[in-house]
């Protein structure tokens, strides 16, 4: 099937530093997701993103973080400065229509954040 | 989540048996994916309903809207099938999906 990929698929880094989680969505899909999954419990909504702007995003999406996907290319999360509470996995998602009950979403592998 | 009530959070089956897991929704649910996560923590795209049934393979779903729940059927449970399950509604027009709490799934020989 459709496949998203997640650059890098681990990060160590430490607190306060920023952070920048790379996706490469399904070529011709259009609407963009992140999701947060900490130590394989419940995975969450952070934001999702179309035409070049955020359309919805949940309370978990502090300040510190920012979404864009420049020119086409990754769709990015970043985190600054990053804090301790942001060690999870993060699962990009793309879906080629969103919302309306139409689209599968597709998710990436994850990327295993964790902040010392 | 508190929109999506997932259930069992744990069952345990023996290969060859069948049994079905259950999500029921709190809220107006446009559509449901059913997904599992395997233990490299990869989800593993199932079904999405925004409707009806679908069956693939020994798998088998169905989304009821008006009663807001969605069950997932499996059929003759092979070792390969062990995982966290998880359902996920659409309830917003934006795409956003909220997921259940996951159902731990171990095949025994």
């Known amino acids: 099937g459709p496949k998203v990929l997640q650059i890098p698929s681990h990060q160590i880094i430490d607190m306060g530093q920023m952070v920048t989680l790379n996706c490469d969505p399904v070529s011709n899909h259009l609407y963009f997701y992140w999701y947060k999954q900490i130590l394989g419990q419940q995975m969450e909504f952070l934001v999702n993103?179309?035409?070049?702007?955020?359309?919805?995003k949940s309370k978990l999406f502090k300040d510190q973080f920012s979404v864009e996907r420049p020119d086409g290319s990754y769709f990015t999360l970043k985190i600054q400065p990053t804090a301790l509470e942001d060690s999870a996995v993060y699962f990009c998602a793309s879906s080629p229509t969103g919302g309306a009950g139409q689209d599968t979403q597709y998710f990436g592998p994850g990327t295993r954040l964790l902040v010392l | 989540g508190d929109q999506v009530e997932q259930s069992p959070s744990a069952l345990s089956l023996h290969e060859g048996t069948s049994s079905a897991l259950r999500c029921n929704f709190t809220t107006t649910t446009r559509s449901v994916q059913w997904f599992r996560q395997n233990s490299r923590g990869s989800l593993i795209n199932l079904f999405y309903?925004?409707?009806g049934t679908k069956e693939n393979g020994r798998l088998k779903s169905a989304f009821d809207s008006k009663e807001l729940y969605s069950t997932l059927h499996i059929r003759d449970a092979q070792l390969e099938d062990s995982g966290t399950y998880f359902c996920?509604?659409?309830?917003?027009?934006?795409?956003?999906?909220?997921f259940g709490d996951g159902t731990v799934l171990t095949v025994k020989p």
């Open positions: 309903l925004a409707s």
């Open positions: 993103f179309y035409n070049g702007k955020v359309m919805e």
């Open positions: 996920a509604a659409e309830a917003t027009n934006t795409g956003k999906l909220t």
